[in-house]
């Protein structure tokens, strides 16, 4: 079982910002495209953004210009900085480490994200 750490999530005020964390082990990371996901009560589980080995990234068009997926590989770990946030945003936020090699993966335990006046 990999085990992925997330960090970050909570209550802020709408136009806000929040950065979440995802630590996963340094072999697991090194040979996984990273993600974050997020669902919404009564929502299906949906992609935020996506970062390869390479650092390439990819959006989903809800969060374009707002948020930002990034990967520091010397700590194993991911982030999401999230910026001019809105109620809409507010869901239970996932990471993935998706192993390339055997298409084999995970997720941690999600962490909540509420936006809320």
């Known amino acids: 079982q990999v085990q992925l750490v997330e960090s970050g999530g909570g209550l802020v005020q709408p136009g806000g910002s929040l950065r979440l964390s995802c630590a996963a082990s340094?072999?697991?990371?090194?040979?996984?495209?990273m993600g974050w996901y997020r669902q919404a009560p009564g929502k299906q589980r949906e992609l935020v953004a996506r970062i390869t080995r390479g650092g390439n990234t990819n959006y989903a068009e809800s969060v374009k210009g707002r948020f930002s997926i990034s990967r520091d590989n010397a700590k194993s770990t991911m982030y999401l900085q999230m910026n001019s946030l809105k109620p809409e945003d507010t869901a239970v936020y996932y990471c993935?480490?998706?192993?390339?090699?055997?298409?084999?993966?995970?997720w941690g335990q999600g962490t909540q994200v509420t936006v809320s006046s």
């Open positions: 993935n480490a998706h192993i390339v090699v055997n298409a084999f993966d995970s």
């Open positions: 340094r072999i697991i990371f090194s040979i996984s495209d």
